[in-house]
């Protein structure tokens, strides 16, 4: 048994609104991370402040972006 897994000539592999929620969450997490690698210059606690501004960024553009 096989499975095809091309997409169709034409689709897209995200759709409009999944691209702009995933960019504004990708840029929120980066300023984040970053302000708090300046605030602290301590590597771990940007990356967790990146995540974390991610994560809730993407809920945020989810739950408003219709």
């Given at each position: 048994?096989?499975?095809d897994t091309q997409q169709p000539a034409g689709q897209p592999l995200l759709g409009l609104r999944s691209a702009i929620v995933l960019l504004l969450g990708v840029?929120?997490?980066t300023?984040?991370?970053v302000l708090a690698y300046l605030a602290q210059?301590?590597?771990p606690a940007a990356?967790?402040?990146a995540g974390a501004g991610f994560g809730a960024s993407v809920m945020f553009?989810?739950?408003i972006i219709g």
């Open positions: 048994m096989t499975h840029l929120t997490g300023g984040a991370g210059r301590s590597l990356a967790l402040a553009f989810h739950a």
